[in-house]
């Protein structure tokens, strides 16, 4: 446990109805007391005056007191919930900040304790932030799946699967029996290993969480005039790109987030393609293609044969209002009947919902991917007849998933995870 006593304002902004001020540590109890007189039972909310050194009244306040081990840090933690004017809090604060071995929390120390002391493991604090950041209900239940636990259960059985494994093969190094017998061991550990292994490339193949956090890139391309910024208004629900029967008005990428259906997307509208001698123009142009090499989904708003080649294409057939039946695979649009877009909508909903992974199963994010890549590669020479080497295999994949969950992981990731919440969090 940390020697030092840590406090922050853990709810919203001020002013509001309630501020809650958490103070976490060897000393919580003890500071909470000097300014309230003492503390109420346990888990069991009470009334309060806090009262400052000089005597002066703070504020009457609510008071809920956790003792260690079983709160959210794992340490002893004393909640304040106090009237929200910035006053009030400004001066709880600096009462708390007074009292000798206390200190102000920086961004995240509260998970981190959480994590330090075996609250929570690195995967559920990564799931964590991602839930203080979710803007959409894809997000949300993504975030939360990890946050409750999803992937550090399913490294428990792995590391389960592979602590047998590694038993198994540290045994048969001791092995004084037939030889074929041995054989037949080293058999069964390759064709389990080999098992695991393919799972772990399974999880690599399922998109990556990035898709939920960051939004799907999804972009409007077509030649000038082709409606294409006036979907995008329509799309976005504001006049957020200029709309005119002059070609070429569209000139740079212009980019608006929204949440379709609980889906993050980023939608970007890009200049018409063609050929132009203007060098302004042509940068728009260049731009333009530069957006649809990395888009996700495209819309395209031009001839059906002239789409580019690509993966997930959605041929809109604009201005179906006046411009009558649409060709065959084209999604009738016009931003100027009732209704108008509600096809191109539900279109570009479905091919998010086929990239982006299920939210009811953990994807896995940068950092994880990479390790449990590094466990499967772990695992890749256990194919040998030498079975100190396989076990050594074992060894380094448990490691491995170890980092995975925290167990093992150096200051300059916890800096990076934790520096991502807030003060009180």
Avoid at 331 to 355: C, F, H, M, Q, W
Wanted: proline share 5%; glycine share 8%.
């Amino acid at each position: 446990m940390t020697t030092d006593t840590i406090f922050a304002l853990s709810s919203g902004a001020l002013p509001a109805a309630i501020a809650i001020v958490r103070v976490s540590g060897p000393m919580a109890e003890q500071a909470v007391a000097v300014l309230a007189g003492s503390l109420p039972e346990p888990r069991r909310a009470a009334v309060r005056r806090l009262t400052a050194a000089d005597g002066a009244l703070i504020d009457e306040a609510l008071v809920i007191h956790f003792p260690a081990p079983n709160t959210a840090t794992g340490e002893p933690l004393v909640e304040l919930h106090l009237h929200g004017g910035r006053a009030v809090v400004a001066r709880c604060l600096a009462e708390l900040a007074a009292i000798p071995g206390l200190r102000e929390a920086e961004p995240g120390e509260f998970t981190r304790r959480a994590m330090l002391n075996g609250r929570l493991d690195l995967t559920q604090a990564e799931g964590l932030a991602d839930l203080l950041s979710a803007e959409t209900e894809w997000q949300r239940r993504a975030a939360v799946e990890s946050a409750g636990g999803g992937l550090r259960r399913q490294i428990e059985a792995w590391r389960e699967r592979l602590v047998i494994l590694s038993a198994r093969a540290e045994a048969a190094i001791d092995y004084v029996g037939d030889e074929d017998e041995t054989n037949l061991d080293l058999d069964a550990l390759v064709v389990e290993a080999s098992a695991l292994r393919a799972e772990w490339q399974d999880w690599l193949a399922q998109p990556p969480s990035e898709l939920v956090h960051n939004g799907l890139a999804v972009v409007l391309a077509g030649p000038p005039n082709s409606g294409k910024s006036s979907l995008f208004n329509a799309l976005v629900g504001s006049d957020k790109a200029i709309v005119t029967p002059i070609a070429g008005t569209t000139r740079d990428v212009l980019e608006a987030r929204i949440d379709l259906g609980g889906i993050p997307l980023i939608l970007q509208d890009t200049a018409g393609l063609h050929e132009t001698e203007d060098a302004v123009e042509q940068i728009g142009v260049d731009r333009a293609q530069q957006a649809i090499t990395s888009a996700d989904i495209l819309l395209w708003l031009g001839d059906p044969d002239d789409a580019p080649a690509f993966d997930s294409v959605l041929i809109v057939h604009s201005r179906s209002d006046k411009r009558g039946a649409a060709p065959d695979e084209s999604i009738p649009t016009s931003v100027y009947v009732p209704n108008g877009t509600d096809a191109l909508r539900a279109a570009i909903l479905a091919e998010a919902k086929a990239l982006l992974p299920p939210p009811d199963r953990v994807a896995l994010n940068r950092r994880q991917r990479a390790l449990i890549n590094e466990a499967a590669n772990s695992l890749t020479t256990t194919v040998n007849d030498d079975l100190v080497i396989v076990a050594e295999c074992f060894r380094s994949a448990l490691n491995v998933l170890d980092k995975l969950t925290g167990h093992q992981s150096t200051e300059d990731v916890l800096d990076a995870l934790f520096g991502r919440f807030c003060l009180g969090k």
